[in-house]
């Protein structure tokens, strides 16, 4: 209360957010959660966790998943991301599916389904991969995914990959 009167703190949607790393790939992601801080503030991370390469033969990705509050609309925010994985190196003139210093998607921002203009895809249907779905489970486990309604703790636990084991590295 100021003067009497209620203020109400800014509302800001929260964005969740995987990472991945296939190309030096702690300090990338690393040097990531610092500028997603910084920009942000303070963010929900999980742990990085070791996964093989996904559409195409290359070396493991560490793969991380972040939440954010972001004061950006979700087109915004995707810009941001892509200029922050071009600053580390980015290379989008190869083929989809290749080695990456730095990839960060929205794979949910709030409960908000959407498809397109462009690529922009909410939820993103990565989700259906061990490396998107484990990280966010492990952090927001009641969220709920407004395309099935099941909370992605469900999911994990229903996931063909959920029994095999998974190897953590500090970021």
Do not use: C
């Not at 493991?60 to 087109?75: E, G, H, M, R």
């Not at 895809?121 to 009641?142: C, N």
């Amino acid at each position: 209360m100021v003067d009497g009167k209620f203020t109400l703190a800014p509302f800001h949607p929260k964005a969740y957010l995987s990472l991945g790393s296939n190309i030096d790939a702690q300090a990338n992601l690393r040097s990531a959660v610092v500028a997603l801080r910084a920009r942000f503030g303070d963010l929900l991370l999980s742990n990085a966790y070791v996964f093989p390469a996904v559409g195409f033969e290359g070396v493991d990705f560490l793969n991380a998943a972040a939440v954010i509050d972001s004061d950006l609309d979700p087109f915004a925010l995707n810009d941001w991301l892509h200029a922050l994985e071009d600053a580390h190196g980015r290379d989008r003139s190869g083929p989809r599916f290749g080695d990456r210093p730095l990839d960060i998607d929205i794979v949910f921002y709030d409960d908000l389904v959407l498809d397109g203009p462009g690529h922009l895809q909410l939820p993103r249907d990565e989700l259906r991969h061990a490396f998107v779905l484990k990280p966010l489970a492990e952090i927001a486990p009641d969220f709920v995914d407004p395309r099935s309604g099941r909370t992605l703790a469900a999911l994990w636990a229903e996931h063909p990959d959920h029994d095999h084991g998974v190897a953590t590295v500090a970021i």
